[in-house]
């Protein structure tokens, strides 16, 4: 739908208002009706990054989920202040792996006696404090854009006995070490907080090189192997494009896989008159279509599937804190306490310094 042309005017007129004061972040997945806005576009990492890169900006409007605040928040300087437009922007995902779940963990394989060899990894997409917790216990943290060197990295932390320890998401875990690592589906197993011990035996721990928290992504986890089948069927050369939050069956039948930032770059370099079907976020699959009308551009699902959460930063919520802080008042600043940003910082850092 179309956005509201007053709310649009506001929007502008606050942001002129506010000039070099506010830096505003879109992620991939927002609405056009906000993305229109932002100074800057990019997955996850790239906005980490670029938050980090605007000492400048008083204030960071974070167009994006709440985990991603959180990380501007920590990467940016103490008199900077980052706003979500509505704070009941979280991510499903990152809501499967909470502190104290991760402890238990974490303490089962202290018991098993291997948690000397293990490397915590978290996504990006996890709160601030399980950031902490890799940081303390001497990880770091991933995006989709380089979980590969994540896991070069710290395979080569603790000898050939290694083990990752992966949270939240199992999917981005098990693609990255299957098909990038040279691991076998059976060096992963799957630790489950739902379940006593997490449904492992010590053994299956000791023997394991790769722990996987059992958190999914609810979005891409509704791209299906038979869509890919039907899709091919259909549309003979169509190439299958998807993000590694997919399920594992659905990534071995990809043509490509990877980060939002590298799908928008392959649509962008794909030559006229090819046929893409795209497994992530609707929103993104929807403006990739508009703005490559000379290619064939089409969402890998028969269903619709927008991203719940992203899509509450609507133009409303914008607007509304964007006003707000023409008024001088801050509404939504997502601020991480001292000790986790510490530590939440030392695993950022961490991802921060991977090489390429
Ligand atoms: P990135 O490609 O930005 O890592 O995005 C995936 C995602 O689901 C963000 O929430
Ligand atoms: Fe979380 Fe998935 Fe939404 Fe990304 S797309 S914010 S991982 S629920």
Redesign the pocket.
Known sequence: AASDPDLVARARAAKEALGSRVFVLG???QRDEVIQFADVT??????ARDAAARPEAEFIVFC??H??AESADILTSPDQKVILPDLAAG?S?ADMARLPQVEDAWDAMVEAGVADSVVPIT???SSADIKAFCGRNGGAVC???NAESALDWAFAQKGEDTKVFFLPDQHLGRNTAVLRMGLTLDDCVVWDPRQANGGLSAEQLRDAKMILWRGH?S??GRFSPDTVDDLRKTIPGVSILV?P?CVHEVVLKADLV??????IKTIEAAPPGSAWAIG??LNLVKRLAADHPDKRIMFLDKTVCY?ST?NRIDLPHFVWAMESLVEGVVVNHVQVDPDTEHWAKVALQRMLDLPG
């Open positions: 992620h991939h997945y990019g997955d996850s990492f790239k906005l994006g989920v985990f991603m991510c995902m996504y990006m997409n995006t989709s854009s992504c979005v891409h993000h939050e990877g980060s939002t930032e590298f799908i992530t976020e991203c992203m």
